[in-house]
């Protein structure tokens, strides 16, 4: 379905700053840009009834869009396409915490999905992640050169990253030790039991990434 969507609806423009691009006058003067408002000033008082209904609101957005005289090219210039607001999405929900909303939508605008991001981290670890984030780009960085930044991403993808895949024939060892925190306490309350466990592979090529 979600290919089907992306096929038919290639993008999104966001009408608000459309119209604060264009009328300039009404931002610095400090207009509401609320839509029965910019109906009210451009249609009349008529296109203001049955707002805030989704189809009734597109139908006005579209008349506004008319009335101020928006090129088509301009709309097309200002729209974020399907591909980029999903991989912006994606994005800034599995990165919250450890980076900003500002460095998630940086990777996206950098043509960057997180399927693209965990490929990365699965075949080279840190230093193919960075090769990727920094890449130069017209004597820019395709998203940052920040250390702190790219080692948080790296860390966030290392804490959900797909276990890898071990060939058969290959020798494993599991390793297991367990931490007990605050155990004696009256009421058997904030007692808390940890059990970690290392998987060792050998030889290294026996371990293939996902």
């Known amino acids: ?12 423009a966001d009408t608000l700053t459309i119209f604060k691009n264009f009328l300039t006058k009404r931002q610095e003067e400090k207009q509401s840009f609320k ?21 009734q609101d597109i139908k006005i957005l579209s008349t506004l869009i008319d009335k101020i005289n ?10 974020k396409s399907t591909p980029f607001i999903l991989a912006d999405r994606a994005l800034k929900k599995y990165f919250k915490g450890a980076v900003t909303s500002v460095i998630a939508s ?3 605008l950098g043509r960057i999905n997180l399927t693209t991001l965990k490929k990365a981290f699965q075949l080279g ?3 193919s992640v960075k090769l990727l984030l920094a890449e130069n780009i017209n004597n820019k960085p395709r ?11 790296v860390d966030r993808l290392a804490t959900f990253a797909s276990p890898p895949e071990i060939k058969p ?26 059990m970690g466990t290392i998987e060792i592979a050998t030889p290294a090529d026996g371990i293939q990434p996902r």
Not at 1 to 12: A, D, L, N, S
Not at 35 to 55: C, I, Q, S, W
Not at 70 to 79: E, G, H, L, Q
Not at 176 to 181: K, M, S, T
């Open 1 to 12: 379905m979600m290919e089907q969507f992306k096929k038919t609806v290639v993008g999104f």
């Open 143 to 153: 998203v940052t050169k920040n250390e702190k930044t790219i080692k948080a991403i």
């Open 106 to 108: 940086k990777i996206a």
């Open 169 to 194: 024939g290959t020798f494993v060892q599991f390793v297991h030790d367990n931490a007990d925190f605050n155990i004696d306490t009256i009421d058997g309350k904030g007692m808390f039991h940890y």
């Open 70 to 79: 928006v090129p088509n090219d301009k709309i097309i210039s200002m729209a």
């Open 125 to 127: 670890g840190y230093d």
């Open 35 to 55: 839509v029965e408002d910019l109906a009210r000033y451009f249609l009349g008082p008529e296109f203001t009834e049955g707002l805030h209904n989704a189809a």
